[in-house]
Protein backbone atom coordinates (compact mmCIF):
# COMPACT_ATOMS: atom_id res chain seq x y z
CA UNK A 1 0.00 0.00 0.00
CA UNK A 2 2.86 2.29 0.90
CA UNK A 3 4.28 2.04 -1.99
CA UNK A 4 1.58 2.61 -4.24
CA UNK A 5 -0.52 5.70 -2.11
CA UNK A 6 0.46 8.45 -4.49
CA UNK A 7 -1.99 6.59 -7.38
CA UNK A 8 -4.78 6.24 -6.62
CA UNK A 9 -6.68 4.60 -9.67
CA UNK A 10 -3.74 2.12 -9.19
CA UNK A 11 -5.24 1.61 -5.49
CA UNK A 12 -9.08 1.83 -6.56
CA UNK A 13 -8.14 -0.84 -9.13
CA UNK A 14 -6.29 -3.08 -6.88
CA UNK A 15 -8.76 -2.92 -4.08
CA UNK A 16 -11.74 -3.64 -6.30
CA UNK A 17 -9.77 -7.20 -7.10
CA UNK A 18 -8.65 -7.66 -3.48
CA UNK A 19 -11.65 -7.89 -1.95
CA UNK A 20 -12.83 -10.53 -4.22
CA UNK A 21 -9.91 -12.44 -4.78
CA UNK A 22 -7.93 -12.46 -0.89
CA UNK A 23 -11.19 -14.72 0.01
CA UNK A 24 -10.47 -16.83 -2.65
CA UNK A 25 -7.02 -17.70 -1.83
CA UNK A 26 -7.77 -17.67 1.50
CA UNK A 27 -10.16 -20.63 0.44
CA UNK A 28 -7.30 -22.33 -1.50
CA UNK A 29 -4.38 -23.84 -0.18
CA UNK A 30 -2.39 -24.02 -3.24
CA UNK A 31 -2.56 -19.69 -3.66
CA UNK A 32 -2.03 -18.99 -0.01
CA UNK A 33 1.11 -18.30 1.73
CA UNK A 34 2.54 -17.64 -1.98
CA UNK A 35 2.18 -13.81 -1.97
CA UNK A 36 0.33 -14.07 -5.18
CA UNK A 37 -1.43 -11.07 -5.18
CA UNK A 38 1.21 -9.01 -4.39
CA UNK A 39 3.53 -10.43 -6.77
CA UNK A 40 0.43 -9.48 -9.49
CA UNK A 41 0.53 -5.98 -8.71
CA UNK A 42 3.94 -4.54 -9.19
CA UNK A 43 4.58 -4.61 -12.99
CA UNK A 44 7.73 -6.39 -14.49
CA UNK A 45 9.03 -3.37 -15.89
CA UNK A 46 7.79 0.18 -15.91
CA UNK A 47 9.83 2.16 -18.78
CA UNK A 48 8.97 5.85 -19.27
CA UNK A 49 10.63 7.88 -22.26
CA UNK A 50 11.01 11.56 -23.73
CA UNK A 51 9.01 12.48 -26.86
CA UNK A 52 10.59 15.11 -28.38
CA UNK A 53 8.54 16.51 -31.37
CA UNK A 54 8.46 19.22 -33.66
CA UNK A 55 5.02 21.41 -34.72
CA UNK A 56 4.06 22.67 -37.36
CA UNK A 57 5.52 26.70 -36.72
CA UNK A 58 8.74 24.53 -35.94
CA UNK A 59 8.32 24.43 -32.13
CA UNK A 60 9.91 21.91 -30.27
CA UNK A 61 7.51 19.39 -27.51
CA UNK A 62 8.20 17.48 -25.13
CA UNK A 63 6.00 14.42 -24.13
CA UNK A 64 6.85 11.70 -21.65
CA UNK A 65 6.18 7.98 -23.22
CA UNK A 66 5.14 5.01 -20.88
CA UNK A 67 5.07 1.31 -21.74
CA UNK A 68 4.15 -0.54 -18.47
CA UNK A 69 5.07 -4.77 -18.92
CA UNK A 70 2.64 -5.66 -16.11
CA UNK A 71 2.81 -9.48 -16.49
CA UNK A 72 3.95 -11.98 -18.85
CA UNK A 73 3.09 -15.30 -16.92
CA UNK A 74 0.64 -16.32 -20.19
CA UNK A 75 1.61 -15.00 -23.10
CA UNK A 76 3.45 -11.65 -24.05
CA UNK A 77 2.30 -8.01 -22.92
CA UNK A 78 -0.66 -7.31 -24.63
CA UNK A 79 -2.57 -4.23 -24.08
CA UNK A 80 -3.49 -0.28 -25.65
CA UNK A 81 -1.52 2.28 -25.99
CA UNK A 82 -3.47 6.08 -24.64
CA UNK A 83 -2.48 9.56 -25.99
CA UNK A 84 -4.66 11.78 -23.48
CA UNK A 85 -3.13 14.64 -20.93
CA UNK A 86 -4.26 12.80 -18.04
CA UNK A 87 -2.06 10.06 -18.72
CA UNK A 88 0.31 9.19 -15.88
CA UNK A 89 1.58 5.96 -14.02
CA UNK A 90 -1.67 5.84 -12.17
CA UNK A 91 -3.56 5.41 -14.51
CA UNK A 92 -1.48 3.26 -16.95
CA UNK A 93 -0.84 1.06 -13.82
CA UNK A 94 -4.47 0.51 -13.11
CA UNK A 95 -5.14 0.24 -17.11
CA UNK A 96 -2.02 -2.57 -17.34
CA UNK A 97 -3.77 -4.68 -14.04
CA UNK A 98 -7.23 -4.85 -15.26
CA UNK A 99 -5.70 -6.02 -18.56
CA UNK A 100 -4.19 -9.19 -16.65
CA UNK A 101 -7.29 -10.15 -15.48
CA UNK A 102 -9.10 -9.42 -18.93
CA UNK A 103 -6.99 -10.83 -21.42
CA UNK A 104 -6.89 -14.18 -18.97
CA UNK A 105 -10.64 -13.93 -19.75
CA UNK A 106 -10.50 -14.13 -23.09
CA UNK A 107 -8.81 -17.57 -22.46
CA UNK A 108 -6.04 -16.56 -25.36
CA UNK A 109 -2.29 -16.74 -24.37
CA UNK A 110 -1.66 -12.58 -23.80
CA UNK A 111 0.07 -11.58 -20.48
CA UNK A 112 -1.31 -8.21 -19.87
CA UNK A 113 0.28 -4.28 -20.02
CA UNK A 114 -0.21 -0.48 -21.27
CA UNK A 115 1.22 2.01 -22.28
CA UNK A 116 0.38 5.72 -23.85
CA UNK A 117 1.76 9.68 -23.17
CA UNK A 118 0.67 12.54 -22.12
CA UNK A 119 0.29 13.93 -25.27
CA UNK A 120 -3.11 15.88 -26.43
CA UNK A 121 -4.03 15.25 -30.01
CA UNK A 122 -6.75 17.28 -29.99
CA UNK A 123 -6.71 20.07 -32.52
CA UNK A 124 -2.99 18.84 -33.61
CA UNK A 125 -2.86 18.32 -37.78
CA UNK A 126 -2.11 15.20 -39.11
CA UNK A 127 1.41 16.03 -40.16
CA UNK A 128 1.99 16.87 -35.98
CA UNK A 129 0.30 13.72 -35.35
CA UNK A 130 2.28 11.25 -37.99
CA UNK A 131 5.46 13.46 -36.30
CA UNK A 132 4.59 12.37 -32.62
CA UNK A 133 3.87 8.64 -33.82
CA UNK A 134 6.77 8.74 -35.10
CA UNK A 135 8.67 10.07 -32.35
CA UNK A 136 7.55 7.78 -29.74
CA UNK A 137 8.16 4.16 -31.84
CA UNK A 138 11.44 5.37 -32.06
CA UNK A 139 12.13 4.80 -28.45
CA UNK A 140 9.16 2.44 -27.98
CA UNK A 141 10.43 0.19 -30.64
CA UNK A 142 13.30 -1.29 -28.20
CA UNK A 143 10.67 -3.09 -26.05
CA UNK A 144 8.70 -4.12 -28.71
CA UNK A 145 8.00 -7.70 -30.74
CA UNK A 146 5.51 -9.76 -31.84
CA UNK A 147 6.85 -12.79 -29.25
CA UNK A 148 7.71 -9.74 -26.56
CA UNK A 149 4.82 -7.25 -26.21
CA UNK A 150 2.13 -6.29 -28.67
CA UNK A 151 0.63 -2.90 -28.05
CA UNK A 152 -2.49 -1.64 -29.62
CA UNK A 153 -4.66 1.55 -29.54
CA UNK A 154 -7.08 2.73 -26.57
CA UNK A 155 -8.31 6.94 -26.09
CA UNK A 156 -6.76 8.93 -28.55
CA UNK A 157 -4.82 6.08 -30.83
CA UNK A 158 -7.09 4.73 -33.26
CA UNK A 159 -6.49 3.63 -36.71
CA UNK A 160 -4.55 6.37 -38.40
CA UNK A 161 -2.14 6.70 -34.97
CA UNK A 162 -1.55 2.75 -35.20
CA UNK A 163 -0.37 3.73 -38.89
CA UNK A 164 1.94 5.88 -37.99
CA UNK A 165 3.68 3.83 -35.28
CA UNK A 166 3.32 0.72 -37.62
CA UNK A 167 5.28 2.26 -40.09
CA UNK A 168 7.92 3.58 -38.27
CA UNK A 169 8.62 0.39 -36.57
CA UNK A 170 8.82 -1.68 -39.72
CA UNK A 171 11.64 1.03 -40.86
CA UNK A 172 13.47 0.49 -37.84
CA UNK A 173 13.34 -2.98 -37.29
CA UNK A 174 13.22 -3.85 -41.18
CA UNK A 175 10.58 -6.44 -40.40
CA UNK A 176 7.10 -6.73 -41.45
CA UNK A 177 5.39 -8.67 -38.13
CA UNK A 178 2.52 -8.71 -36.06
CA UNK A 179 3.77 -6.19 -33.78
CA UNK A 180 0.81 -3.99 -32.93
CA UNK A 181 -3.18 -4.44 -33.40
CA UNK A 182 -5.66 -2.46 -34.62
CA UNK A 183 -4.00 -2.33 -37.92
CA UNK A 184 -5.72 -1.43 -41.72
CA UNK A 185 -7.09 -4.00 -43.41
CA UNK A 186 -4.60 -4.12 -46.40
CA UNK A 187 -1.32 -4.44 -43.99
CA UNK A 188 -2.21 -7.29 -41.60
CA UNK A 189 -5.61 -5.92 -39.67
CA UNK A 190 -8.47 -8.11 -39.04
CA UNK A 191 -11.86 -7.85 -40.18
CA UNK A 192 -14.22 -6.54 -37.21
CA UNK A 193 -11.30 -5.73 -34.66
CA UNK A 194 -12.58 -1.76 -35.00
CA UNK A 195 -15.99 -3.04 -33.72
CA UNK A 196 -15.20 -5.21 -31.35
CA UNK A 197 -15.05 -3.78 -27.82
CA UNK A 198 -18.61 -1.89 -28.68
CA UNK A 199 -20.18 -5.08 -30.16
CA UNK A 200 -18.30 -7.22 -27.67
CA UNK A 201 -20.03 -5.15 -25.09
CA UNK A 202 -23.74 -5.54 -25.97
CA UNK A 203 -23.03 -9.48 -26.33
CA UNK A 204 -21.43 -9.53 -23.07
CA UNK A 205 -24.92 -7.17 -21.80
CA UNK A 206 -27.66 -9.27 -24.04
CA UNK A 207 -26.10 -12.06 -22.88
CA UNK A 208 -26.90 -10.76 -18.66
CA UNK A 209 -30.44 -9.85 -19.78
CA UNK A 210 -31.08 -13.58 -21.37
CA UNK A 211 -30.30 -15.00 -17.65
CA UNK A 212 -33.42 -12.99 -16.63
CA UNK A 213 -35.13 -13.94 -20.07
CA UNK A 214 -34.86 -10.68 -21.80
CA UNK A 215 -33.28 -8.88 -24.50
CA UNK A 216 -32.44 -5.68 -26.02
CA UNK A 217 -35.50 -5.48 -28.28
CA UNK A 218 -37.27 -2.32 -27.66
CA UNK A 219 -34.85 -1.11 -24.56
CA UNK A 220 -33.91 2.67 -24.09
CA UNK A 221 -30.19 2.66 -24.01
CA UNK A 222 -27.92 5.50 -22.70
CA UNK A 223 -23.89 5.62 -24.30
CA UNK A 224 -21.47 7.91 -23.02
CA UNK A 225 -18.70 8.39 -25.46
CA UNK A 226 -18.42 8.78 -28.93
CA UNK A 227 -15.58 7.63 -29.86
CA UNK A 228 -14.59 3.82 -31.02
CA UNK A 229 -16.23 1.82 -28.14
CA UNK A 230 -19.27 4.42 -27.72
CA UNK A 231 -19.96 4.47 -31.89
CA UNK A 232 -20.05 0.44 -32.30
CA UNK A 233 -21.63 -0.04 -28.99
CA UNK A 234 -24.36 1.87 -30.02
CA UNK A 235 -24.00 0.05 -34.09
CA UNK A 236 -25.03 -3.35 -32.36
CA UNK A 237 -27.44 -1.81 -29.74
CA UNK A 238 -29.77 -0.98 -32.90
CA UNK A 239 -29.15 -4.30 -34.62
CA UNK A 240 -30.58 -6.10 -31.54
CA UNK A 241 -33.84 -3.52 -31.66
CA UNK A 242 -32.78 -1.28 -29.30
CA UNK A 243 -32.92 2.89 -29.01
CA UNK A 244 -30.08 4.97 -28.53
CA UNK A 245 -30.86 7.97 -26.52
CA UNK A 246 -27.20 9.78 -25.71
CA UNK A 247 -23.55 9.74 -26.87
CA UNK A 248 -21.22 12.38 -25.32
CA UNK A 249 -17.80 13.81 -25.28
CA UNK A 250 -15.77 15.54 -22.56
CA UNK A 251 -17.86 18.93 -23.31
CA UNK A 252 -21.53 17.11 -22.95
CA UNK A 253 -24.08 14.84 -24.25
CA UNK A 254 -26.55 14.98 -26.69
CA UNK A 255 -29.91 13.21 -25.64
CA UNK A 256 -32.08 12.45 -29.16
CA UNK A 257 -35.66 11.49 -27.81
CA UNK A 258 -36.17 10.09 -31.29
CA UNK A 259 -33.01 7.76 -31.12
CA UNK A 260 -29.87 7.78 -33.05
CA UNK A 261 -30.89 4.93 -35.58
CA UNK A 262 -28.48 4.25 -38.64
CA UNK A 263 -28.28 7.29 -40.45
CA UNK A 264 -27.54 9.70 -37.50
CA UNK A 265 -24.97 7.06 -36.54
CA UNK A 266 -23.10 7.55 -39.54
CA UNK A 267 -23.65 11.43 -39.09
CA UNK A 268 -22.02 10.84 -35.33
CA UNK A 269 -19.10 8.87 -37.10
CA UNK A 270 -18.49 11.17 -39.87
CA UNK A 271 -18.22 14.16 -37.26
CA UNK A 272 -16.02 12.37 -34.91
CA UNK A 273 -13.59 9.75 -37.19
CA UNK A 274 -13.17 12.30 -40.25
CA UNK A 275 -14.09 15.94 -39.30
CA UNK A 276 -12.82 15.52 -35.83
CA UNK A 277 -15.03 18.30 -33.84
CA UNK A 278 -17.38 18.07 -30.41
CA UNK A 279 -20.49 15.69 -30.57
CA UNK A 280 -22.44 19.01 -30.16
CA UNK A 281 -22.42 19.58 -34.33
CA UNK A 282 -24.68 16.81 -33.90
CA UNK A 283 -27.33 19.17 -32.99
CA UNK A 284 -26.93 21.38 -35.79
CA UNK A 285 -28.11 18.61 -38.12
CA UNK A 286 -30.73 17.31 -35.89
CA UNK A 287 -32.07 20.66 -34.49
CA UNK A 288 -35.05 18.39 -32.66
CA UNK A 289 -31.99 16.87 -30.52
CA UNK A 290 -30.64 18.19 -27.51
CA UNK A 291 -27.08 19.18 -26.39
CA UNK A 292 -26.22 19.61 -22.44
CA UNK A 293 -23.10 21.31 -22.02
CA UNK A 294 -20.45 20.15 -19.57
CA UNK A 295 -22.76 17.13 -18.24
CA UNK A 296 -22.90 13.16 -18.41
CA UNK A 297 -25.97 11.46 -19.29
CA UNK A 298 -26.85 9.29 -16.68
CA UNK A 299 -29.72 11.22 -15.53
CA UNK A 300 -32.09 10.46 -18.83
CA UNK A 301 -34.17 7.45 -18.10
CA UNK A 302 -33.14 4.51 -19.61
CA UNK A 303 -33.40 0.66 -19.50
CA UNK A 304 -29.84 -0.05 -20.01
CA UNK A 305 -26.28 2.20 -19.80
CA UNK A 306 -23.76 1.67 -21.33
CA UNK A 307 -20.39 3.93 -20.25
CA UNK A 308 -17.83 4.03 -22.69
CA UNK A 309 -15.85 7.09 -21.96
CA UNK A 310 -13.64 6.93 -19.52
CA UNK A 311 -12.69 5.90 -15.48
CA UNK A 312 -14.70 7.27 -13.08
CA UNK A 313 -17.54 9.16 -15.37
CA UNK A 314 -20.31 7.55 -13.02
CA UNK A 315 -20.08 8.11 -9.77
CA UNK A 316 -22.10 7.02 -7.15
CA UNK A 317 -24.91 9.96 -7.42
CA UNK A 318 -25.02 8.88 -11.03
CA UNK A 319 -25.79 5.31 -10.03
CA UNK A 320 -29.23 6.61 -7.95
CA UNK A 321 -29.84 8.49 -10.84
CA UNK A 322 -30.14 5.35 -13.30
CA UNK A 323 -31.75 3.21 -10.25
CA UNK A 324 -34.17 5.75 -9.42
CA UNK A 325 -35.20 5.94 -13.20
CA UNK A 326 -35.48 1.84 -13.18
CA UNK A 327 -32.56 1.27 -15.12
CA UNK A 328 -31.97 -2.80 -14.89
CA UNK A 329 -28.45 -3.14 -16.47
CA UNK A 330 -25.13 -1.49 -16.68
CA UNK A 331 -22.64 -2.90 -19.07
CA UNK A 332 -19.09 -0.68 -18.82
CA UNK A 333 -17.74 -0.44 -22.63
CA UNK A 334 -14.81 1.74 -20.75
CA UNK A 335 -12.36 0.70 -18.16
CA UNK A 336 -13.00 1.42 -14.70
CA UNK A 337 -15.72 4.11 -15.78
CA UNK A 338 -18.21 3.19 -12.33
CA UNK A 339 -16.56 4.25 -8.93
CA UNK A 340 -16.81 2.00 -5.72
CA UNK A 341 -19.99 3.64 -4.81
CA UNK A 342 -21.40 3.29 -8.09
CA UNK A 343 -20.52 -0.20 -8.41
CA UNK A 344 -22.09 -0.55 -4.97
CA UNK A 345 -25.36 0.82 -5.08
CA UNK A 346 -25.74 -1.66 -8.64
CA UNK A 347 -24.96 -4.51 -6.29
CA UNK A 348 -27.57 -3.55 -3.75
CA UNK A 349 -30.18 -3.11 -5.70
CA UNK A 350 -29.33 -6.71 -7.53
CA UNK A 351 -29.38 -5.08 -11.10
CA UNK A 352 -26.88 -6.61 -13.70
CA UNK A 353 -23.55 -5.00 -13.69
CA UNK A 354 -20.70 -5.98 -15.62
CA UNK A 355 -17.03 -4.86 -15.02
CA UNK A 356 -15.14 -3.57 -18.19
CA UNK A 357 -12.70 -6.44 -17.47
CA UNK A 358 -15.59 -8.83 -18.50
CA UNK A 359 -17.60 -7.03 -20.81
CA UNK A 360 -14.76 -4.66 -22.86
CA UNK A 361 -12.78 -8.14 -23.39
CA UNK A 362 -14.12 -8.22 -26.98
CA UNK A 363 -11.31 -5.43 -28.30
CA UNK A 364 -8.35 -7.44 -26.93
CA UNK A 365 -10.17 -10.86 -28.26
CA UNK A 366 -10.05 -9.78 -31.52
CA UNK A 367 -6.49 -8.23 -31.10
CA UNK A 368 -5.59 -11.92 -30.09
CA UNK A 369 -7.44 -12.99 -32.89
CA UNK A 370 -5.59 -10.31 -35.60
CA UNK A 371 -2.10 -11.99 -33.52
CA UNK A 372 -3.22 -15.37 -35.10
CA UNK A 373 -4.01 -14.34 -38.29
CA UNK A 374 -0.73 -12.68 -38.87
CA UNK A 375 1.37 -16.11 -37.15
CA UNK A 376 -0.82 -17.64 -40.36
CA UNK A 377 -0.73 -15.27 -42.68
CA UNK A 378 -4.12 -15.72 -43.80
CA UNK A 379 -6.99 -13.49 -42.85
CA UNK A 380 -10.84 -14.98 -41.66
CA UNK A 381 -14.03 -13.51 -42.89
CA UNK A 382 -15.84 -11.29 -41.03
CA UNK A 383 -18.64 -13.92 -40.46
CA UNK A 384 -15.54 -15.88 -38.91
CA UNK A 385 -14.56 -13.13 -36.81
CA UNK A 386 -17.81 -12.15 -35.37
CA UNK A 387 -18.70 -15.98 -34.47
CA UNK A 388 -15.57 -16.22 -32.33
CA UNK A 389 -15.97 -12.89 -30.52
CA UNK A 390 -19.48 -14.33 -30.15
CA UNK A 391 -18.06 -17.03 -28.85
CA UNK A 392 -15.40 -15.78 -26.84
CA UNK A 393 -17.68 -13.17 -25.22
CA UNK A 394 -20.22 -16.04 -23.56
CA UNK A 395 -17.57 -17.94 -22.79
CA UNK A 396 -16.47 -15.13 -20.50
CA UNK A 397 -19.91 -14.22 -19.69
CA UNK A 398 -20.68 -18.03 -18.03
CA UNK A 399 -17.22 -17.93 -16.20
CA UNK A 400 -18.06 -14.98 -14.52
CA UNK A 401 -21.23 -16.87 -13.67
CA UNK A 402 -19.47 -19.64 -12.13
CA UNK A 403 -17.03 -18.05 -10.22
CA UNK A 404 -19.47 -14.91 -9.54
CA UNK A 405 -22.75 -16.41 -8.15
CA UNK A 406 -24.01 -15.91 -4.62
CA UNK A 407 -27.59 -16.91 -3.65
CA UNK A 408 -29.21 -16.56 -6.76
CA UNK A 409 -27.65 -13.21 -7.56
CA UNK A 410 -24.47 -13.12 -10.35
CA UNK A 411 -22.10 -10.91 -8.49
CA UNK A 412 -19.73 -10.25 -12.21
CA UNK A 413 -17.07 -8.31 -10.98
CA UNK A 414 -16.51 -10.82 -8.25
CA UNK A 415 -16.33 -13.85 -11.29
CA UNK A 416 -14.74 -11.48 -13.65
CA UNK A 417 -11.64 -11.46 -10.90
CA UNK A 418 -11.22 -14.81 -9.74
CA UNK A 419 -12.04 -15.93 -13.59
CA UNK A 420 -9.27 -14.24 -14.79
CA UNK A 421 -6.67 -14.86 -11.40
CA UNK A 422 -6.67 -18.35 -11.59
CA UNK A 423 -5.36 -18.84 -15.26
CA UNK A 424 -2.65 -16.39 -14.50
CA UNK A 425 -1.67 -17.70 -10.77
CA UNK A 426 -1.60 -20.94 -11.86
CA UNK A 427 1.42 -20.31 -14.35
CA UNK A 428 3.08 -18.11 -12.12
CA UNK A 429 3.49 -20.73 -9.41
CA UNK A 430 4.45 -23.13 -12.43
CA UNK A 431 6.97 -20.87 -13.13
CA UNK A 432 8.26 -20.66 -9.95
CA UNK A 433 9.58 -17.28 -7.96
CA UNK A 434 11.07 -14.96 -11.11
P1 LIG B 1 -11.65 7.13 -28.16
O1 LIG B 1 -10.49 8.03 -28.04
O2 LIG B 1 -12.06 6.61 -29.50
O3 LIG B 1 -12.95 7.82 -27.52
C1 LIG B 1 -12.96 8.24 -26.19
C2 LIG B 1 -14.28 8.91 -25.90
O4 LIG B 1 -14.38 9.16 -24.50
C3 LIG B 1 -14.41 10.26 -26.59
O5 LIG B 1 -15.76 10.51 -26.84
C4 LIG B 1 -13.86 11.21 -25.53
O6 LIG B 1 -14.30 12.54 -25.63
C5 LIG B 1 -14.41 10.56 -24.26
N1 LIG B 1 -13.54 10.91 -23.14
C6 LIG B 1 -12.22 10.61 -23.01
N2 LIG B 1 -11.74 11.12 -21.87
C7 LIG B 1 -12.77 11.75 -21.28
C8 LIG B 1 -12.92 12.47 -20.07
N3 LIG B 1 -11.89 12.65 -19.25
N4 LIG B 1 -14.16 12.96 -19.78
C9 LIG B 1 -15.21 12.77 -20.60
N5 LIG B 1 -15.13 12.11 -21.77
C10 LIG B 1 -13.94 11.61 -22.10
O7 LIG B 1 -11.38 5.92 -27.14
P2 LIG B 1 -12.03 4.47 -27.07
O8 LIG B 1 -13.45 4.55 -27.51
O9 LIG B 1 -11.12 3.53 -27.74
O10 LIG B 1 -11.95 4.18 -25.52
C11 LIG B 1 -13.01 4.47 -24.61
C12 LIG B 1 -12.87 3.65 -23.34
O11 LIG B 1 -12.90 2.25 -23.69
C13 LIG B 1 -11.55 3.83 -22.57
O12 LIG B 1 -11.81 3.66 -21.20
C14 LIG B 1 -10.70 2.68 -23.09
O13 LIG B 1 -9.68 2.34 -22.16
C15 LIG B 1 -11.74 1.60 -23.18
N6 LIG B 1 -11.40 0.47 -24.04
C16 LIG B 1 -11.12 0.64 -25.36
C17 LIG B 1 -10.83 -0.44 -26.16
C18 LIG B 1 -10.64 -0.32 -27.62
O14 LIG B 1 -10.56 -1.36 -28.29
N7 LIG B 1 -10.58 0.87 -28.20
C19 LIG B 1 -10.72 -1.80 -25.58
C20 LIG B 1 -11.13 -1.89 -24.19
C21 LIG B 1 -11.43 -0.78 -23.47
P3 LIG B 1 -13.28 13.67 -26.17
O15 LIG B 1 -13.12 13.41 -27.63
O16 LIG B 1 -13.94 14.96 -25.85
O17 LIG B 1 -12.00 13.48 -25.39
Not at 140 to 155: E, F, K, M, S, Y
Not at 188 to 197: C, D, M, Q, V
Not at 252 to 262: A, P, Q, R, T, V
Request: hydrophobic residues 35%.
Amino acid sequence: KARNSHEPEFMQAVQEVAETVLPYIAQHDIYSGKNILLRMVEPERAITFRVSWVDDEGEIHVNRGYRIQMNSAIGPYKGGLRFHPSVNMSILKFLAFEQVFKNSLTTLPMGGGKGGSDFDPKGKSDAEIMRFCHSFMTELCRHIGPNTDVPAGDIGVGAREVGYLFGMYKKIRNEFTGVLTGKGLSWGGSLIRPEATGYGTVYFAQSMLETKGDSFKGKKVVISGSGNVAQYAAEKVLHLGGTVLTLSDSSGFIYDKDGIDEDKLAHVMYLKNEKRVRISEYVEKYPDAAFHPGKKPWGVACDVALPCATQNELDGEDAKALLANGCIAVAEGANMPSTPEAIHAFHEHKILFAPGKASNAGGVATSGLEMSQNSLRISWTRDEVDERLKGIMKNIHDMCVSYGEENGYVNYVKGANIGGFVKVADAMLAQGVV
